[in-house]
């Protein structure tokens, strides 16, 4: 069964994922880890980012192993940069 998600995505996720707002149709039960496996999957610049990504659903950052529900929005950030 797929169930729809926006994801979005922010500073150096946007740039190497080329969007920052988009909608996705995704798996029942996906958490938070498969969905960023997914875009490692499919784009290897971000697969060198997702090591360091952080995960927020619904604008609270949230855990790995949180699972995605339909409509849900998924936001995809990267570390922020100081100094």
């Given at each position: 069964v797929k169930m729809k998600i926006i994801v979005q995505a922010f500073a150096e996720a946007a740039e190497v994922l080329g969007f920052k707002q988009q909608q996705f149709e995704v798996e029942n039960d996906i958490t938070a880890a498969d969905l960023v496996r997914l875009?490692?999957?499919?784009?290897?610049?971000?697969?060198?980012?997702?090591?360091?990504?952080?995960v927020?659903?619904?604008?609270?950052?949230?855990?790995?192993?949180?699972?995605?529900?339909?409509?849900?929005?998924?936001?995809i950030i990267p570390p922020v940069g100081g100094g």
């Amino acid at each position: 069964v797929k169930m729809k998600i926006i994801v979005q995505a922010f500073a150096e996720a946007a740039e190497v994922l080329g969007f920052k707002q988009q909608q996705f149709e995704v798996e029942n039960d996906i958490t938070a880890a498969d969905l960023v496996r997914l875009f490692s999957h499919s784009n290897a610049e971000f697969k060198r980012l997702a090591k360091t990504i952080f995960v927020a659903i619904n604008e609270e950052y949230c855990s790995p192993d949180t699972v995605i529900h339909e409509n849900d929005i998924v936001d995809i950030i990267p570390p922020v940069g100081g100094g």
